[in-house]
């Protein structure tokens, strides 16, 4: 109860500098960001590469540009994410048989065993932010978090389009 106890005393301190939810959230992504952090560490991975392992996963063969689209980082951040994923036999880069000037991005072997890896322990987040919830908890959180999800993307949406 000691985090609790530090994170009421953290929350009182800010008064209305912040709201209960700004506070919880951010502290609940603080929390997870380290979460998977530590398992991409545990596995070699460094911060970078579990989304690009990730979407080349879901999609193997992208373009450089298709992953900086996707990751949404820059180009010389992702050459150089993908210098060292080479290097450490996790993905390969291959001339496109249709258009020779372009090359592909293809996940190796053993960047798919550490990426299912990563996602088996990540997936032990799950199990322990849900501790101790029935499923129609699990599902009404999860269920609730999804709305506030979807009502923060359209007002950026909006507000996006208001420029």
Do not use: W
Request: hydrophobic letters at 40%; a neutral charge; charged letters at 30%.
């Amino acid at each position: 109860m000691l985090f609790c106890e530090n994170l009421l005393k953290k929350r009182e301190a800010l008064g209305e500098h912040t709201t209960d939810f700004s506070f919880v959230l951010n502290g609940l992504l603080r929390l997870y960001h380290i979460h998977m952090m530590r398992s991409a560490q545990e596995i070699g991975l460094s911060a970078g590469q579990p989304p690009i392992l990730m979407s080349l996963a879901a999609r193997n063969l992208q373009t450089q540009k298709e992953l900086c689209d996707f990751i949404r980082i820059k180009p010389a951040s992702m050459t150089d994410v993908l210098k060292r994923m080479e290097r450490d036999g996790l993905i390969e880069r291959l001339r496109d048989e249709c258009d020779m000037r372009s090359i592909r991005v293809s996940i190796t072997e053993k960047g798919m065993n550490k990426f299912h890896a990563f996602i088996e322990k990540g997936a032990t987040i799950d199990e322990v932010g849900f501790r101790g919830f029935t499923k129609e908890e699990k599902e009404v959180c999860l269920s609730l978090l999804a709305r506030i999800l979807e009502n923060v993307h359209n007002d950026l949406e909006e507000t996006r389009g208001d420029r």
